[in-house]
């Protein structure tokens, strides 16, 4: 299989500059550049970029993909909607980094597979990633425990460290973050493991009357820049922005139960005991469904043989025929037609009279290799 890369840089809160579209068109003469992205594949030579330094500059998310199996993500948040001390307490392996650059938090999730993998269909498929960033924007944080389980399952974390807050509705993941799931490949049993101490999901909604009163008391300078932003879309982030600075202002100080902290061992270890039991419950099915099918088959094989008996003496004469012809394809017909014969003498009187003709069947054909073979290998 050839190499293949896969290079996909996306600018949300702003659009680039014809100036930094320039800039990034010297690396590169064959990628596709917009105002919002840069986008390039490689099946040969690599990438004069470097996507740290690009998502400090000019971008907000950046999707890579190799065929030999590493898959990178990395989104980029304005500080005021990430805390850094808070996404440190996730990111906290390789496979999941996070660090701060002029007043922007940007997260790095990895992803490493020994195994070669199909690239089509990877081209289109960071639309669905992108709202992972707006989730995290709006204080959802579990993409962060999602990052934090990948260096779980990876190894990256000792044994006795205890997990970061859970974060509320594990169990019914977005479709975004679902996508998330299935980009970094964290494991499904560990996820779902995790997910038991993960309490349910609380959308949360502005207060109509509360936000009447508090868009009252904005400055008329702060109302006027804002609706000034808004009408040119200089941040297509500032309503996001907005939401949360009133949720915040809204926010009760009710505290939510808390759950005790697991450790990496209890995750690992219950996740492993879950794997067991789901592989148990795996097989008890496949065997009880291949019990009904040899069932269903065998019924299926005595009625087909019923319709055989007293056409015996007529099957060992069409044998005999299609041998003859010593045409390859036709002493399979012929092994076909003894293996009924076989099974008819069986059930009628056990096979005694079979075996004998068969043996003479054998002497008379003996410099036939073709077909002495296809009978052996029918077992006959």
Not at 105 to 114: G, M, P, Q
Not at 119 to 131: M, N, Y
Not at 317 to 343: C, H, N
Request: glycine residues 4%.
């Amino acid at each position: 299989m050839s190499e293949y890369q896969y290079y996909e840089f996306q600018a949300i809160d702003r659009p680039l500059t014809v100036k930094e579209m320039r800039e990034l068109r010297s690396y590169s003469t064959r990628a596709s550049i917009t105002p919002t992205s840069f986008i390039n594949e490689y099946t040969w030579g690599d990438f004069k970029g470097a996507p740290e330094a690009w998502m400090e500059k000019y971008f907000d998310a950046f999707l890579y993909f190799a065929n030999w199996g590493t898959h990178i993500l990395k989104l980029r948040l304005p500080s005021k909607f990430l805390d850094l001390k808070t996404a440190k307490q996730y990111c906290s392996g390789d496979s999941a980094v996070v660090h701060e650059k002029s007043g922007k938090v940007i997260l790095t999730f990895v992803s490493e597979n020994e195994y070669a993998e199909d690239w089509e269909g990877v081209e289109g498929s960071f639309a669905p990633l992108l709202q992972v960033r707006n989730e995290l924007a709006s204080g959802d944080l579990r993409a962060l425990y999602l990052g934090w389980l990948l260096c779980v399952q990876n190894g990256e974390l000792n044994d006795d460290e205890l997990e970061p807050l859970v974060p509320p509705g594990l169990g019914e993941l977005s479709a975004p973050l679902q996508n998330l799931v299935e980009f970094i490949r964290v494991d499904p049993n560990l996820l779902h493991i995790a997910a038991e101490s993960s309490p349910p999901l609380v959308v949360k909604e502005i207060n109509r009357r509360k936000l009447r009163k508090q868009v009252a008391q904005l400055p008329s300078k702060d109302k006027d820049e804002l609706i000034e932003s808004l009408i040119l879309n200089r941040s297509p982030s500032i309503a996001n922005e907005l939401r949360q600075q009133f949720l915040k202002e809204q926010a009760t100080t009710a505290t939510p139960d808390l759950v005790p902290h697991r450790m990496v061992g209890e995750l690992i270890h219950a996740t492993v005991e879950f794997s067991e039991q789901r592989r148990r419950i795996r097989e008890e099915h496949l065997a009880q469904e291949k019990a009904r099918q040899e069932r269903k088959a065998a019924i299926a094989r005595e009625k087909y043989l019923d319709t055989l008996v007293g056409k015996e003496l007529t099957n060992w004469t069409k044998v005999e025929s299609l041998i003859s012809t010593k045409q390859p394809y036709k002493y399979g017909l012929a092994v076909k037609i003894l293996l009924d014969l076989r099974d008819l003498s069986l059930r009628a009187k056990g096979g005694g009279d079979f075996i004998v003709r068969l043996e003479s069947l054998k002497q008379a054909h003996a410099r036939k290799p073709a077909f002495l073979q296809r009978l052996k290998k029918a077992g006959l």
